[in-house]
């Protein structure tokens, strides 16, 4: 019990080789640009992939290649019409040799919606948000390969239910200590919102890498982000951009 990844977030960065530094494929999935920004982790700008609070979290063993990981979310706040209902996170998990595919859900009930960076401004509430992921990965003597494509639908009072695809797709190819890395990612518009024609976006991230000990590795990266017109997505650690910026 405590503030943990979620299955979902665990999910994503074990099949991404650029997790945690640029290129990272958060910089495209589970952002729903300008229209909703989670009070969750603001500095990030997504709704999902973040360390929930207030989570009881299993991780299940592996058992004949397949394993199960299960969170829920006991968000300790309350809104104007009551408790709120927790949300849930769970990940399948099926791995034969060399290949492995994964599935997994991610619902929030009543989040938060931050609307303004002035704290004064109170966030407004969306009655529910919710993300499908499925992630394949394949691994060859000297190469890995990773497919994921996800879905975030996003549901509230005002503008309905709507909502985005995105995937993302990369490349490892290993050179004894060193490895060549590769990474394309796209998100399309936010579905049939008011605003959301021409908000997606892509990125694209390369990177070579070099293992100097057990404990260190060294690595140089060069990732773009490319917007449409009304696109706001940035890098993993700065989302705070103008939208149509690149």
Do not use: C
């Not at 997790?19 to 990030?44: K, N, Q, R, T, V």
């Not at 973040?50 to 299993?58: D, F, G, M, Q």
């Not at 490895?179 to 518009?189: E, Q």
């Amino acid at each position: 019990f405590g503030k943990h990844n979620t299955p979902l977030t665990m999910l994503v960065h074990a099949n991404d080789p650029f997790a945690h530094i640029a290129g990272d494929a958060l910089s495209i999935l589970g952002h729903a640009g300008h229209h909703y920004e989670s009070s969750f982790d603001p500095d990030h700008g997504t709704m999902f992939y973040v360390r929930a609070p207030n989570s009881i979290l299993y991780l299940s063993p592996e058992a004949g290649g397949f394993s199960a990981n299960v969170a829920l979310i006991a968000i300790d706040e309350s809104t104007a019409d009551g408790a709120r209902i927790p949300g849930t996170s769970l990940s399948l998990n099926f791995k034969a040799g060399d290949f492995n595919i994964a599935y997994a859900f991610e619902r929030h009930n009543e989040l938060d919606l931050k609307t303004s960076h002035d704290p004064l401004v109170e966030p407004e509430v969306l009655d529910q948000t919710q993300a499908h992921v499925l992630s394949a990965m394949v691994h060859f003597p000297s190469t890995m390969m990773n497919f994921t494509v996800e879905r975030l639908e996003v549901k509230d009072d005002v503008d309905g239910s709507h909502a985005r695809l995105a995937y993302h797709l990369s490349v490892q190819q290993m050179f004894g200590p060193h490895s060549l890395r590769a990474a394309y990612a796209h998100a399309g518009d936010f579905g049939d919102h008011a605003s959301g024609a021409g908000d997606g976006g892509q990125m694209l991230a390369v990177g070579w890498f070099q293992t100097l000990s057990s404990n260190t590795q060294a690595y140089v990266v060069v990732a773009q982000t490319q917007n449409e017109t009304r696109g706001d997505f940035g890098t993993f650690f700065v989302h705070d951009v103008s939208r149509g910026a690149d």
